[in-house]
């Protein structure tokens, strides 16, 4: 059996990745290492170890990387931690092959390490960008360091062998997050008023909103106009999920603290919803705003507009039903307006969403044993375009 080992260090990583968490348990031919990390061991963000736990897979190490300050030079030392805990762990393990998603510091410390190790790495969405995070050169970074990758669309597969990556180990699988909305039996919308405590009437609104981290000090002026934008919109329900650990994410968390404080009869807050908490209630929203990549990836599924405030997501391929605004509170306020005609016109009734057809987990399964079962080489040639 070959030792393939997962990395996660977030929720909404854990999320997308745990249909190939499932399946690589159940394959005849694959042992399932998994290795939980960062966020997931802080009581701050909610010990999401133990969902994964409640869902039955086995956490074979968990690794305390993150320090108690969010500032550069906070985030610079967890990510010195993480790259000496993955190395001694991966000694420990000695994986075949490591799956990583994504592009946070946490998965970047863990591809060093394993690189500097000789483990191929397979790493799930190169080719992305995000202009307004330190993750965009984490992430290009990562796909130079990996040996397989799954992109989610033709468009970041090609960005992919632009980086010089041999299009032999370059597949378009489409979005994981699909696969999840199309196989998890969602809650109902009584389910979810019972498990948000909120009544689900009026207009009701998703709200996630991280960091800008190639941006100083502009966290709170951004997130406060987007507070002042929310109180300006007539009968607005609010549920937030709250930021992750990025710089100045807490800034943003004692914000909402605050603001739901202040707003019982009609704002709620999540540290961590888990994904099918977090899917359903989106299905029942009517527009999702802020900044997370589940607005651009996920909402369309569900043919709700999203609004997408600032430059954290830009670059992204995106559907016709997200609107792009200045973390400006006019501008805010009018594109919540505009989301909210276009959802109840109809208009995005069928909306095409460039994320592919949900059948992720098994292509990438068969892309990883067919590599597995030939001769790896790691000494890879720069491919000319």
């Given at each position: 059996?070959?030792?393939?080992?997962?990395?996660?260090?977030?929720?909404?990583?854990?999320?997308?990745?745990?249909?190939?968490?499932?399946?690589?348990?159940?394959?005849?031919?694959?042992?399932?290492?998994?290795?939980?990390?960062?966020?997931?061991?802080?009581?701050?963000?909610?010990?999401?170890?133990?969902?994964?736990?409640?869902?039955?897979?086995?956490?074979?190490?968990?690794?305390?990387?993150?320090?108690?300050?969010?500032?550069?030079?906070?985030?610079?030392?967890?990510?010195?931690?993480?790259?000496?805990?993955?190395?001694?762990?991966?000694?420990?393990?000695?994986?075949?092959?490591?799956i990583v998603l994504g592009d946070r510091y946490e998965v970047f410390?863990?591809?060093?390490?394993?690189?500097?190790?000789?483990?191929?790495?397979?790493?799930?969405?190169?080719?992305?960008?995000?202009?307004?995070?330190?993750?965009?050169?984490?992430?290009?970074?990562?796909?130079?360091?990996?040996?397989?990758?799954?992109?989610?669309?033709?468009?970041?597969?090609?960005?992919?062998?632009?980086?010089?990556?041999?299009?032999?180990?370059?597949?378009?699988?489409?979005?994981?997050?699909?696969?999840?909305?199309?196989?998890?039996?969602?809650?109902?919308?009584?389910?979810?008023e019972e498990a948000i405590g909120l009544k689900l009437n009026g207009?009701?609104?998703?709200?996630?909103?991280?960091?800008?981290?190639?941006?100083?000090?502009?966290?709170?002026?951004?997130?406060?106009?987007?507070?002042?934008?929310?109180?300006?919109?007539?009968?607005?329900?609010?549920?937030f999920t709250k930021s992750n650990s990025d710089t100045d994410g807490?800034?943003?968390?004692?914000?909402?603290?605050?603001?739901?404080?202040?707003?019982?009869?009609?704002?709620?807050?999540?540290?961590?919803?888990?994904?099918?908490?977090?899917?359903?209630?989106?299905?029942?929203?009517?527009?999702?705003?802020?900044?997370?990549?589940?607005?651009?990836?996920?909402?369309?599924?569900?043919?709700?507009?999203?609004?997408?405030?600032?430059?954290?997501?830009?670059?992204?391929?995106?559907?016709?039903?997200?609107?792009?605004?200045?973390?400006?509170?006019?501008?805010?306020?009018?594109?919540?307006?505009?989301?909210?005609?276009?959802?109840?016109?109809?208009?995005?009734?069928?909306?095409?969403?460039?994320?592919?057809?949900?059948?992720?987990?098994?292509?990438?399964?068969?892309?990883?044993?067919?590599?597995?079962?030939?001769?790896?080489?790691?000494?890879?040639?720069?491919?000319?375009?």
């Amino acid at each position: 059996m070959k030792r393939i080992c997962i990395i996660t260090g977030t929720r909404a990583e854990y999320g997308l990745l745990k249909p190939l968490i499932r399946k690589v348990k159940h394959d005849e031919q694959l042992e399932l290492k998994l290795i939980v990390t960062g966020m997931h061991l802080s009581p701050e963000f909610g010990l999401t170890h133990k969902e994964i736990e409640a869902d039955g897979f086995k956490i074979d190490e968990k690794l305390e990387i993150l320090m108690s300050s969010d500032t550069p030079i906070g985030i610079s030392k967890s990510m010195g931690l993480a790259m000496i805990s993955f190395a001694e762990c991966f000694a420990r393990i000695e994986p075949d092959m490591i799956i990583v998603l994504g592009d946070r510091y946490e998965v970047f410390s863990a591809v060093s390490a394993a690189s500097v190790m000789r483990i191929p790495i397979a790493h799930l969405y190169g080719g992305e960008t995000t202009e307004g995070a330190i993750d965009e050169a984490f992430r290009h970074s990562i796909t130079k360091m990996s040996y397989l990758h799954f992109t989610s669309t033709e468009a970041y597969s090609k960005r992919v062998i632009q980086l010089g990556e041999d299009p032999l180990r370059v597949f378009n699988v489409g979005a994981i997050g699909v696969e999840n909305i199309k196989t998890l039996k969602l809650l109902s919308k009584q389910e979810v008023e019972e498990a948000i405590g909120l009544k689900l009437n009026g207009n009701i609104a998703l709200v996630t909103f991280h960091p800008v981290t190639l941006e100083s000090n502009t966290t709170e002026r951004q997130f406060r106009n987007l507070i002042r934008a929310l109180d300006n919109l007539e009968d607005m329900k609010i549920i937030f999920t709250k930021s992750n650990s990025d710089t100045d994410g807490r800034i943003i968390n004692q914000m909402i603290d605050k603001y739901v404080n202040d707003n019982k009869e009609k704002a709620v807050k999540f540290t961590s919803m888990g994904q099918l908490l977090y899917l359903s209630t989106m299905k029942y929203a009517d527009v999702v705003i802020g900044n997370s990549s589940s607005g651009i990836v996920e909402a369309p599924f569900f043919e709700v507009p999203t609004v997408n405030i600032g430059d954290r997501q830009k670059g992204r391929i995106q559907a016709d039903s997200i609107l792009d605004c200045s973390p400006n509170k006019e501008d805010i306020m009018n594109s919540v307006r505009k989301a909210l005609r276009i959802k109840f016109s109809g208009k995005i009734k069928n909306i095409n969403n460039p994320y592919g057809d949900g059948n992720v987990s098994d292509k990438i399964i068969i892309k990883i044993k067919e590599a597995l079962e030939s001769q790896i080489n790691i000494k890879k040639r720069f491919y000319d375009t």
